[in-house]
Structures are given as C-alpha cells and as structure tokens.
Nanobody
Framework: QVELVESGGGLVQPGGSLRLSCAAS????????MGWYRQAPGKQRELVAT???????NYADSVKGRFTISRDNAKNTVYLQMNSLKPEDTAGYYC?????????????WGQGTQVTVSS
C-alpha cells in the first residue's frame, strides 16, 4: 500500500512557473515508477510525465522542454517543475505510483491538485 498526497497547485499567470510535489508513504517508494497525469474539464485524463525506478523519464509532447519530473527517494517524494505555463495547462494534476510484477500490477493515485493558468 502507498498513500500519495499532492501539493503545490494554484493560480499562476501565463509564462509563470509552479512546482508540484507528491509525498508518498506506506510502502517502499524506490520500487515504483512514478507519474504525473492531468485532466481538464470535459477531457480525458492524460499522461504528463513519468520517471522510472532507474530515473528514466518520459514526457508528453505538449510539455517537453517546459516540464521536468524528478524524484528524491530519500524523501519519498516526486516533483513536477512546470515552467512557461500556458492556459491549456490548466487541469487537475494527479500523482501516480505503479509497480509491475509478473502476473501483478500495483497502481495508486493521489487526490489531485488544481493548476490554473490565467491572467
């Protein structure tokens, strides 16, 4: 079991920056691939970025060059640094922890944090 709690969302101007944090507890953090997903009103939830147990990263094309995902295993925390924010980045952002084993999948979600990009 792993509990995920996001923080750092809020209102920011276009072109501004935010840093989201996701604190994990209850399991061995270093065993999980971590990800950030987002969901805007009326749209499907979409992948933003992932970081594996080996610190390999993957980003949606829409955020490449602007967002950076990182993890600190000593602090059981994953971060999403968001720069050059655009109004279309407005969404609820959700932290995900995933562990794949033969015949098994473990998947956990945080409650979400709202990011609003507006003047």
């Amino acid at each position: 079991q792993v509990e995920l709690v996001e923080s750092g969302g809020g209102l920011v101007q276009p072109g501004g920056s935010l840093r989201l944090s996701c604190a994990a507890s209850g399991s061995i953090f270093s065993l999980y691939t971590m990800g950030w997903y987002r969901q805007a009103p009326g749209k499907q939830r979409e992948l933003v970025a992932t970081i594996t147990t080996g610190d390999n990263t993957n980003y949606a094309d829409s955020v490449k060059g602007r967002f950076t995902i990182s993890r600190d295993n000593a602090k059981n925390t994953v971060y999403l640094q968001m720069n050059s924010l655009k109004p279309e980045d407005t969404a609820g952002y959700y932290c995900n922890a995933r562990r794949l084993r033969p015949g098994r999948q473990f998947d956990y979600w945080g409650q979400g944090t709202q990011v609003t990009v507006s003047s």
